[in-house]
């Protein structure tokens, strides 16, 4: 079992005892994704895995967030918020922003990516690197910019 998922099954636990119906909700949402993935993978869930999960859950509050907030609903974004600060400690430390534009830069080189359509290229090598440590769709805009787009 990965051990992040053992750590998730463990603070459930403590929360059921404890009576954190917020926090508790959130970890059975992990749990119901995690279990999800292995059901129809018919895969035991390793830690790269669940940092591909955790990661999507993570974007998809982001993306929430966003649209709460332009939607002028103060209150949703932030139950959001608080979902999205409770997947966020499952995942690995987040990279500062100029250790992501260093890797950016070294796989810009290479790949010898020029313009916009080498785009894929670059992707294809940081998201391995990135996942789970930063917001891809960041990454994507300073990828844009750096190929001039």
Known sequence: MSDIKAAILADTKTCMKSGDK???GVLRLISAAVKQREVDQRLETDDPAMIVILDKMAKQRRESIEQFTKGDRADLAEVEQAEL???QTYLPQALPEEEIQALIDAAVQQTGATTIRDMGKVMGILK???????????????IKTKLGA
């Open 22 to 24: 917020a926090r508790l």
């Open 85 to 87: 600060e409770i997947i």
């Open 128 to 142: 391995p690197q990135l996942q789970g440590r930063a917001d891809m769709s960041a990454v994507s805009a300073l």
